[in-house]
Each structure stands twice: as structure tokens, then as C-alpha cells.
């Protein structure tokens, strides 16, 4: 897929071999004069007959002027002509003159030029006796023998003429040879290369159509470079044999260079994405990126001049040819297979064209051989293996296919005694092959719709207590409802996480003791306010008595009522959803019931399959992928239960949960509503308090100096001495020669990361219990480190509850002391991380832009672990997933993560005129609850400006001003700096009794113009 051309050389000269030059040249002319001049050359036709006689000629200059018109006039006219030395690559026009003298039987002969693209060759034949041929030749003329220059003419036995030949080019690619055939060898010889040509011409432009067909299908972009670089080179090597002339009559000399140009850039494309560069070779993938994009710059300067041109395609072919040789002997031995045919395909490439410029500059001998053939056969051969690869990957595939499908056929063969049994078999492990391959999806599909449930009550109660519209009695109830919910998101986002399971189809199952009024308050607290916002009516039924304990995996239960009630809520209209819970049988039964559209008894067939509805209507009108059922029914199934389903078309549903009763001794039962809250276990009056671990020593090793603080600040709390170390190895110098009760060791530090340096306190004999600090959750990552030796986990950002259990378990307590870290210590926390945020940011995008995964994967992790200690938890989240993403090599997911990631740090890092520590600690150290409920109030805020504007127009002082006040609360609450900053103006201005209009106006403006600025940065960035 390579062109390359050798071309004689311009030696560039210094002043005195100018002067020198100049010298010879006056000479010359003096010469020519007095009538000197070159002497032509005789050659006996059978020394020349079929063999290169570029040699025995004699060259002229001939800057302008025609041919003589006699025999007479010719040696005259000759001897004022001087000897041309050199051919100018960027344009020249000389005469080329020899005597023949036919010392053979033959007659008709044909005169072969070749080895450069010349546009014009004018022929003419001087016999001694008879007239004088002319003839022409060249890219532009009709040639007698297809994509071949040169012309037939006639010299009779014993013979002598004078042969003359013009060459006029605007550009010459190397130095033409001269050839004599008899006619009718030429026409056989040259007319087969010809055939060859058009053949080889027709494969390429077959394999690139081909391959962008296989393009269309596959979407992969090898086969578009692989398609288009062919393309490119076919429509190359057709103009420069003239085929394109050939067929289509006009100039084409200002294209000759441009086609091979833009096939060397999609050919080192095509290098990238074949061999994989840019995971195995990531320096070689960039040097064949810039060469492409000069490649690409070169072709339209190569559309001005052909010289140019074809010295920077030489270039740029032989740049691409290194690197791609380079690139795939290496991946050969590196065991990459498919390379073996890359090498191969360019190697055909590569040596005809070495040949052809060893010849051309004289260090290989001269064959009679046409170079641009060679080029061409190379570049077909090419295409051909490298189709020949691709076709080979697929036969191999086609190969064990076919071996697996004729296994399966003698396994058929031989089950054929027992067919009935041995169908159900296939047809049950068809079906799980198939849950199987779709579990990831699935559950992935479920646990979104497990999200966005619970958020629905979340935000719902939130903003009710935020705005005052929730009673002061009841925020306590709500809050509570609110926990719950968020509890269970975080747990729902650790299923999620845990991909373990879900790739090996196994599901955990817990067996604890689970509060059963506490589990279906929940739900009811989600789906009831839900029911109700739709006009439904929503009833929670005990048919008592009912334990208030029950043993079983209350995630794996909210799961199902949640699927059972949504599936209700969503097929009801109007009418009524119930959830009707009993005991019967020694099976603890939850009945959910609805009013809504019911089903025939064919959907009800197939009712818990994967991905199946009632039909297409119902996934057109109501949504959904057909996954939740499916999955309630497994996760039943994991209980020890099932799932049955009654309904009639038009006259609602029931689904019944049975799953087996298992009570903890000791349980209370429950016999009526009041005694559900006496039951619910012990206040929560002092979940505040922190413990007091009586000056307990605690060595802390983070490499995130954010962490570390946070972490100290929080332990010197509970009364604990703090050592505070940044990396694996002052931890390990600080547990030898110190003595601590308890070690919190970060997994990833620099220079000896936390899995090492555990490995060397144990080799001293310390046997202080080390917990593991990571942002991993993934439970297969939690029992390695538990193997490896640490005592116990904690994941960060760290659940207060938890990190107060885990470091109970380990240290005494005393007493307990009350209070959390103040906002003034909060606020200096996230001050100092919110600027090392941004710099992790900035060095995040560098990385991107560098493609540097392993960089990117430290920063998001490092990212993920800190930013949600200190309120920026869905930035946490979002680089939570970009480093899911790089563990899992997903890259398709990855480039819309990081723009994702890039739009959210804008919005949250950089909005104009925003304390963002302040306005995080004024929130609830929550940001995300900060920009919820500034998109809520900044319209507000413009209709005060607006009310303001008015009140000022109408001259009504008081009014605008009191206006003004309401607003200032609100500004300082939300941090808004640059907004409070002109209102203060402003407030000064009415206490000056100011009536100056222009600063009233101009301080209204910036005003107005600051509101305006940051409403666009949160709607560009939403």
C-alpha cells in the first residue's frame, strides 16, 4: 500500500562553484556558435534489440523551439544544441538523439520509454531516404498500447535514421530508460503488463469496496483505513499509468501525488487500529498519528507541485513503512499472531520499492523491468495478504464453530433414547445459558430502577422539610425515612459494585435477624407517596399476629416488594395497590394486589421470563425492559420462596411472596398497631455520641493529606493520640520503633503501597491489628486483603456509624463525648482540599489528553476515596466510575465518563462567583444538595431583581429596599460572593439616602449581569 520513487539528485553549490558554472555555461555558448556540439551517437539495432540503450543516446537541452523539418537541416541544427546533464525533478524539456542503423530482417519496431511519468513525448525518425515520421506519446497523448508510453515506427532492413525524442514535464519522478522492441513483441510483452495492471488495479479496487461493505456491517475502523488507503493507492497508481486519462479524457497531472499522500494517512491509521498500537505501542501509535496528519497537509501542498509532491510522498510512505515494520515484528515476537501477515503484506510492499531505488541511484545493476509494475504488483500483493488475514481469522472461527456444532450433533445422536427428557434438559440449560450471559445486564437493569425509587422519597421529604411544608413534629419521623432510604441506595450501590457475582451468576443471600415493620415502612414511605401523588389509594395490611423480627436477607426482600408494588403502581391507573402480609403455613405471605389493566392467561405464561411483557403495546405505553419479574422471581427463589401471580384482563392483579417463616428465639409478636412502635427498639437520642477511647494510640498512614486530617481531627475527637504518615514506608519505621493499639493503612501510597508494608510490620512481629483504608468495595478485593492479613476493612469515604464500630471493636471505651467536627475546622478542610481537588482535575486532563490510563486510574481512584469526606460526593461518584471503568478495560464507556466527569467538575469547581467550601458547609457538607437547591432559588432570586427593578422605577424606596433585605440571607446562606458583594453596594447606597442614578444603575447592572452568568454556567453544565 507503499509508493516510492528514487530521483536523480540537484547537488546545491556554493558561490564559487556558481561562478564556476556560470563559466562553463558562457563557454558552451560560445561553443555553439561557432557550431560545436555534441556528437550523436550510432547503435546497431541488434545491440539494442529488446535492452536498455538509455546509455548509447546523446542528451540535448531544449528550451523551446520545434523540430527541424529536413533531414538536411538536422546535424546543423543539432551542433547548436548543448549537452544536458541532469533532469530537473520539478520541470524540464531536453532532446534525446541516437542513430540507428537496422542491421536486422525486421522492419516495425517500437520505441519504449519508461521509468518516470512524463506528460508530453514527441517522436521523429530522420531516415537518410524518405519522409519523417512524428509522432507522439506521453500521460496526456493516446498511446498505442494501453498504460504504456512510446509508438511504433518503421525502418527498413539496412536502414539508418536519426531518432529524436522530445521529453517536456512540469515534473520528472526519476530517469527515464529507452527500450527498442520489434512491434509485434512489444504489443504481446507490454500488452500482458497492461492486462496485469488493469488486473491488479481491479483487485484492489475490489477489496477496498469490499471492506467498506464489511465496514458498514461491523463498525470496525480498521476495515474503513484498511478500505480507503487502498482506495487511495488503486486511484494512485491509475493516474500515474494514465488508466484515469485513459478512460476519462482531461489533465490529471495536478492530482499525481495527492491520492498516495491520503492513502499514507489512512494508512498509518489503519497500522494503529490493526496492531493495537495504542495499548501495545502507545509512543509508535503517536508518531503514526503525526504522521498522518502531515501526510494529509502534504497532500494539498502536493496539489501545487508534483516535485514537491513526490519527494514528501517518498517521505512520508517511508516513515509509515518504518514504524508499521517496526510495529509488527515487534508485536510478532511478542506473540500477537495476526502481525506475522501484517509484516509479510508490508514486506511485499517494501522490497520491490527498495529495489526499484537501488537501482535507480545505481547501487543494484539495471533490469528491464518497469519500476511503477513492480510498485504495483507489491502494493496488490499487499492487499492481498492482508485480506488473506482477516479471511484466515475468520475461517478459524467458522473452523471451531463448526467442531462445536458437530459435537453437539453427536451428543443429540446419542441422547436420542431419552429424547423427551433429554429436550427438557437442553431447554432448561439453554434458558440458563442464557439468564447467564444476560445476568450482568439484568441486574444492572434492576438495581437503576432500585435507585431512582428510593430518591423519589429522598428528595421528596427533603425539600418538604427544607421549604417548612413538613411540620416541625413530624421531621424527625421524615428524617428517619430518609436515612432509610439512603441506607438503602448505598446498599443497592454495593450490589452493584460487586461484580463478581453477577459475572459468575450467583447471587449472595444473608440470614440475619430483619425488622419486618421497619422493612415495610420503608417501602410504604417510598411507593405509598408515589401511589398517592397518582391518585391511588395505598393500604399496608398485618393480619396479625405477626413477629417484629424475622430471619432473612432484608435487601433481597426490599427488592422484591419493591419490583411487586412499582409493577402495581405502574399497569394502575386509578383505583387501589395493597400489600397484605400474614402467616400461614410456617411461610411468612405478602400479597401485593392492584386494580390496575390484569393480564390474559398467555402472558401469564410467560410472565417471569427474561425480558418479556405482556406485548409490545404494553412496552410502548408503560416502558421498562421486562427484567423485574424475572429477577424477583431468582431472588425468591434464593429465599428459600416463589412468586405466584393471579389476574384477569381488565380486572387488576395479585402477586404472592411466600417465603419460610424463620424466627429468632426470644422474638416478640405483635397483636395489634400500637405495639409496631414500642417494638422498634431503643431511641436514637444519643446517635450523635462519640466514644472515648482513653488517649488509645492510632498510627493513620494516607497519601491524601485531606484524608489524613479529616481522619485525625475525627479520632483526636474520641480521644485518641494520632501519628500521621503519607506513604507505606514511614508507616512500617513508625510501627518499629513505636508502639500503637490500633494501624488504619490506606491500600494505594507511593513509594510502598499499604499491602506491602503490612507484609513488613508482620515480618518485625507486630501484631497490632491493621484495617485496611480503600475505596475499593468489591467484595472479591475485600477477602483478598483479609487473606493477605489485615484484621478488618473500612471504605472510604467512610459511613460514620461504621468507622465508630469498627474502631469500638479494636479499642477500649470509657465513656462517650458529644459533638461532631465544628464548621469552622470543616470549613479549613474543605478549603484545603477543594485546591487540591482542582489540581488533581487539571492533572486528570492532562493525563487524558496524554492517554495515559495508568495516571488517569491513580487520579480517579485518589478521587474517589476523598472527595465525599468532604462533601463533593458526586464527583467522588462520577470518578468512582472511570476507575471501575479502566479496571474492567471498558473503553467504549470511557470517553463519554470523562466527559461527564469534565462537564461536572466545571459546574461544581468552577462556578462563577461561588464560595464552594462555604456554600458546602452551609449545606450539609453536601454539594450536590447545594446545586439542588441553588437551581431552585436563582430563579426565585431573578424575579426578586425583577420586582426590585420595578419598585426602583416606581420610586418606591421602601419597597426596593425591603426587597433587598430579603435577598441578603439567602446570598450569604448560598455563598453567592460576587451577588452579595453589589447588594451590599446597593444596601450601602439606600443607607447614604444616595440619589445618584448612575449608581444605582450601575450597581443594579453587575448585579443582574453576575445572577445572569451563574444561571448560564449551571444550564451549560446541568
Known amino acids: 500500500m507503499y509508493f516510492n520513487f528514487a530521483q536523480r539528485s540537484i547537488a546545491l ?50 528550451p523551446s523551439g520545434e523540430l527541424p523539418d529536413s533531414q538536411q537541416e538536422l546535424s546543423q541544427w543539432l551542433s547548436n544544441l548543448s549537452e544536458h546533464d541532469s533532469t530537473n525533478t520539478f520541470g524540464d524539456r531536453y532532446l534525446v538523439a541516437v542513430d540507428l542503423v537496422n542491421n536486422t530482417e525486421q522492419s516495425a519496431w517500437y520505441v519504449y520509454p519508461y521509468g518516470s511519468v512524463v506528460e508530453s513525448i514527441d517522436i521523429a525518425i530522420y531516415p537518410e531516404q524518405g519522409n519523417i515520421q512524428r509522432l507522439s506519446s506521453g500521460l496526456h497523448a493516446k498511446n498505442p498500447i494501453d498504460l504504456h508510453y512510446g509508438a511504433h515506427i518503421e525502418l527498413q532492413p539496412q536502414e539508418k535514421a536519426t531518432l529524436l525524442m522530445v521529453f517536456d514535464s512540469d515534473f520528472f519522478f526519476a530517469p527515464i530508460k529507452l527500450v527498442l522492441y520489434p512491434s509485434e513483441q512489444a504489443s504481446y510483452e507490454l500488452g500482458l503488463e497492461s492486462v496485469i495492471i488493469w488486473l491488479t488495479l481491479g483487485i484492489c479496487l475490489s477489496l477496498g469496496l469490499y471492506n467498506l461493505f464489511i465496514y458498514w456491517g461491523s463498525g470496525q475502523r480498521q476495515y474503513l483505513y484498511y478500505a480507503v488507503s487502498t482506495l487511495f493507492y488503486m486511484l494512485g497508481w491509475s493516474l500515474v499509468f494514465g488508466a484515469i486519462e485513459f478512460i476519462f479524457p482531461k489533465d490529471t497531472s495536478r492530482w499525481l501525488m495527492a491520492p498516495y499522500l491520503l492513502g499514507n494517512w489512512a494508512t498509518s491509521y489503519f497500522i494503529i487500529e490493526f496492531l493495537q498500537l495504542r495499548t501495545y505501542s502507545p509512543r509508535v501509535a503517536k508518531a503514526l498519528v503525526a504522521v498522518a496528519w502531515v501526510s494529509l497537509f502534504c497532500a494539498l501542498v502536493s496539489i501545487f507541485s508534483q516535485g514537491i509532491g513526490i519527494l514528501l510522498a517518498s517521505l512520508m510512505t517511508t516513515c509509515s513503512l518504518f514504524f508499521g515494520l517496526y510495529a509488527s515484528i515487534n508485536a510478532w515476537l511478542k506473540g500477537y499472531s495476526p502481525a506475522r501477515y501484517f509484516t509479510f503484506a508490508f514486506l511485499s510492499v517494501a522490497i520491490p520499492n527498495f529495489v526499484g531505488n537501488l537501482m535507480n541511484l545505481g547501487i543494484l545493476p539495471g533490469f528491464d523491468v518497469n519500476i511503477y509494475l513492480l510498485g504495483q504488483l507489491g502494493n496488490a500483493a499487499d492487499c492481498l495478504l492482508l485480506a488473506f488475514a482477516l479471511a484466515d481469522k475468520v475461517r478459524l472461527t467458522n473452523k471451531e464453530n463448526l467442531e462445536l456444532t ?65 411540620d416541625i413534629s413530624e421531621q424527625r419521623r421524615v428524617l428517619k425515612i430518609i436515612a432509610d432510604n439512603g441506607n438503602h441506595l448505598l446498599a443497592v450501590i454495593n450490589d452493584i459494585l460487586d461484580i463478581t457475582k453477577i459475572e459468575a451468576d450467583k447471587l449472595d443471600f444473608e440470614s440475619i435477624p430483619t425488622p419486618l415493620f421497619v422493612v415495610l415502612a420503608q417501602v410504604e414511605s417510598v411507593v405509598g407517596k408515589r401511589a398517592r401523588d397518582k391518585g391511588l389509594t395505598f393500604e399496608l395490611d398485618y393480619q396479625y399476629p405477626l413477629p417484629n423480627s424475622v430471619n432473612t436477607d432484608p435487601t433481597r426482600l426490599k427488592q422484591i416488594l419493591f419490583n411487586l408494588t412499582n409493577n402495581a403502581l405502574k399497569f394502575t391507573d386509578t383505583g387501589f395497590i395493597s400489600i397484605t402480609v400474614r402467616i400461614k403455613d410456617q411461610q ?8 390496575g389493566v390484569g393480564m390474559a392467561q398467555e402472558q401469564l405464561d410467560q410472565l417471569f421470563n427474561p425480558f418479556q411483557q405482556g406485548d409490545n403495546t404494553i412496552s410502548r405505553k408503560f416502558g421498562g425492559t421486562g427484567l ?40 416478640e409478636w405483635i397483636e395489634k398497631e400500637e405495639d409496631i412502635w414500642k417494638s422498634e427498639g431503643p431511641s436514637l437520642t444519643n446517635e450523635d455520641a462519640l466514644p472515648d477511647f482513653n488517649q488509645a494510640k492510632i498510627l493513620v498512614a494516607d497519601d491524601h493529606p485531606s484524608n489524613r486530617e479529616l481522619v485525625t481531627l475525627l479520632l483526636k475527637r474520641m480521644n485518641t493520640h494520632v501519628v500521621a504518615v503519607e506513604n507505606g514506608v514511614k508507616a512500617v519505621e513508625e510501627a518499629y520503633y513505636h508502639q500503637f493499639d490500633l494501624i488504619l493503612m490506606d491500600i494505594q501510597m507511593p513509594e510502598m503501597d499499604g499491602i506491602k508494608a503490612l507484609k513488613k510490620i508482620r515480618e518485625q512481629g507486630c501484631s497490632t491489628p491493621i484495617i485496611a483504608l480503600t475505596a475499593n468495595s468489591l467484595k472479591q478485593e475485600i477477602q483478598n486483603y483479609m487473606k493477605l492479613g489485615f484484621s478488618d476493612h473500612l471504605a472510604k469515604p467512610f459511613v460514620r456509624r461504621e468507622f465508630i464500630e469498627k474502631l469500638s471493636h479494636y479499642l477500649t471505651t470509657d465513656s462517650y463525648a458529644n459533638g461532631l467536627l465544628s464548621n469552622d475546622e470543616m470549613l479549613s478542610l474543605i478549603k484545603t482540599y477543594f485546591d487540591d481537588l482542582k489540581n488533581q482535575v487539571q492533572r486528570f486532563e492532562k493525563a487524558t489528553s496524554e492517554h495515559d490510563q495508568e495516571l488517569m486510574q491513580d487520579i480517579a481512584h485518589a ?39 469534565r462537564s461536572l467538575c466545571i459546574c461544581c469547581l468552577m462556578p462563577p462567583g461561588v464560595d464552594i467550601p462555604l456554600a458546602i458547609v452551609n449545606h450539609g457538607n453536601n ?31 421602601n419597597s426596593a429596599q425591603l426587597h433587598l433585605y430579603r435577598m441578603l ?3 450569604k446562606r448560598f455563598a453567592l460572593t460576587t451577588l452579595l458583594e453589589h447588594a451590599t453596594t446597593l444596601e450601602g447606597l439606600f443607607k447614604q439616602n444616595s440619589h445618584d442614578t448612575d449608581e444605582f444603575k450601575q450597581a443594579f447592572n453587575k448585579l443582574r449581569e453576575s445572577l445572569t452568568a451563574l444561571r448560564k454556567h449551571l444550564d451549560e453544565h446541568d
Do not use: W
Open 13 to 62: 553549490k556554493n558561490p564559487t562553484t556558481k561562478l564556476f558554472s556560470y563559466l562553463l555555461a558562457f563557454a558552451a555558448l560560445l561553443i555553439s556558435f561557432v557550431g560545436y556540439g555534441a556528437e550523436v551517437k550510432t547503435v546497431n539495432i541488434s545491440d539494442i534489440d529488446r535492452q536498455d540503450f538509455t546509455k548509447m543516446v546523446t542528451y540535448y537541452s531544449l
Open 406 to 470: 458437530t459435537q453437539l450433533e453427536e451428543k443429540v445422536i446419542q441422547r436420542t433414547s431419552a429424547l423427551s427428557d433429554a429436550n427438557k434438559a437442553l431447554e432448561k440449560a439453554i434458558t440458563k445459558a442464557q439468564e447467564a450471559s444476560h445476568a450482568k445486564g439484568q441486574f444492572l437493569a434492576n438495581m437503576s430502577h432500585e435507585i431512582r425509587t428510593p430518591l423519589t422519597s429522598i428528595i421528596g421529604y427533603a425539600d418538604g422539610v427544607l421549604q417548612g411544608d413538613i
Open 588 to 595: 411468612l405471605e405478602f400479597f401485593v394486589k392492584d386494580s
Open 628 to 667: 423485574g419479574l424475572s429477577i424477583s422471581s431468582r431472588l425468591a427463589q434464593g429465599l428459600g420462596g416463589q412468586i405466584n401471580v393471579i389476574s384477569q384482563l381488565g380486572h387488576g392483579s395479585e402477586f404472592k411472596l411466600s417465603i419460610p417463616l424463620s424466627i429468632k428465639e426470644g422474638a
Open 863 to 901: 478521587i474517589k476515596g476523598a472527595a465525599g469526606s468532604f462533601g463533593f460526593q458526586p464527583i467522588g461518584e462520577k470518578f468512582a466510575e472511570i476507575d471501575l471503568t479502566l479496571k474492567m478495560d471498558e473503553q467504549h464507556n470511557l470517553p463519554i465518563l470523562v466527559e461527564e466527569a
Open 927 to 957: 454539594i450536590g444538595k447545594f446545586f439542588d437547591k441553588l437551581r431552585q432559588y436563582l430563579p426565585g432570586c431573578s424575579d426578586s431583581l425583577d420586582l426590585f427593578a420595578e419598585e426602583i422605577h416606581n420610586n418606591q424606596l
Open 969 to 971: 440571607p439567602e446570598l
